[in-house]
Nanobody
Framework: QGKLVESGGGLVQTGGSLRLSCAASEFTFSDYDVGWFRRAPGELREFVASISWSGDNTYYADSEKGRFTISRDNSKNIAYLQMNNLKREDTAVYFC????????????????????WGQGTQVTVSS
């Protein structure tokens, strides 16, 4: 059973930055795409960003384009989400997930293709 552990969340002021990490174990990390999702209070889970198994392809939700950057280091079994210019509406629990190799952006954004999920890390943006 694969395991993912997120870290790096916390409290930050509007306009600040955070880098989330997602450490993988007990499965072959480099075989899987990685996605980041988030759930704000009272809201449904939503897609944030994804990166292909090789790191060659990345996808972002429109609201995150230009502010967030997803990356991975397969030699360390870690994925990252660099978040800049944070806004209050970015406040949420952020989850990383590992899943099947997506062929299209729509697939990459679909939570159903992800088979391993972390427990989440809280990000709170204050004004």
């Amino acid at each position: 059973q694969g395991k993912l552990v997120e870290s790096g969340g916390g409290l930050v002021q509007t306009g600040g930055s955070l880098r989330l990490s997602c450490a993988a174990s007990e499965f072959t990390f480099s075989d899987y795409d990685v996605g980041w999702f988030r759930r704000a209070p009272g809201e449904l889970r939503e897609f944030v960003a994804s990166i292909s198994w090789s790191g060659d392809n990345t996808y972002y939700a429109d609201s995150e384009k230009g502010r967030f950057t997803i990356s991975r280091d397969n030699s360390k079994n870690i994925a990252y989400l660099q978040m800049n210019n944070l806004k209050r509406e970015d406040t949420a629990v952020y989850f990383c997930a590992a899943g099947m190799r997506a062929v299209t952006a729509a697939q990459a954004m679909d939570p159903n293709i992800y088979v391993y999920w972390g427990q989440g890390t809280q990000v709170t943006v204050s004004s």
